[in-house]
């Protein structure tokens, strides 16, 4: 199998994708995309016959993410429908555990936290928490009479984008 450079809009996400990379996780695999994109020719996105996704679905979107025109893929053209779900499932499988101590001891813990690893280490320096200073706060509250159910939502949804805070009786 060879691989290939295509135009990113060529390749489709899998609709059966079992593995998700959201918030943090899915920002710092777009940064590591932009800053490292020699590292998708190395580990290239496997698609089926179709240009469905098999392995790489959220490296895919956060290329697009990223504004990439192109992917490197490899086409698995030589599997069957069940070996493609297997191979969807076992390209998401987690193998492996990591060894905390030489993760501690020989690398930048705030390089490999970029590269997307949870650390169960501390990589700043620990500080005393202070206890803090509790303030009062007045809060004032008043009740309006809307006359339908429209005006109260227009009022609501105005009151609510200058910062106010709004609750329902009924």
């Known amino acids: 199998m060879k691989s290939k450079k295509v135009k990113i809009s060529d390749v489709k996400i899998n609709p059966n994708n079992p593995r998700l990379i959201k918030d943090d996780k899915f920002k710092k695999l777009v940064k590591s995309i932009q800053e490292f994109p020699q590292m998708l020719d190395i580990r290239p996105i496997v698609v089926n016959e179709d240009m469905i996704v098999l392995g790489g679905n959220m490296r895919l979107k956060a290329c697009q993410e990223a504004g990439l025109k192109e992917v490197t893929i490899i086409i698995a053209d030589h599997l069957t429908e ?13 193998g492996g555990e990591w060894d905390w101590d030489i993760l501690a001891n020989e690398w930048d813990g ?60 009924y």
């Open 110 to 169: 705030e390089q490999l936290e970029d590269w997307g690893l949870d650390l169960k280490f501390a990589t700043d320096p620990i500080e005393e928490e202070q206890p803090e200073e509790q303030t009062y706060i007045p809060t004032f509250r008043f009740e309006v009479t809307c006359g339908t159910e429209v005006q109260k939502n227009k009022l609501m949804a105005d009151l609510l984008l200058k910062g106010y805070s709004c609750t329902e009786d």
């Open 82 to 94: 069940d070996q493609q779900r297997e191979f969807l499932i076992k390209d998401n499988v987690s």
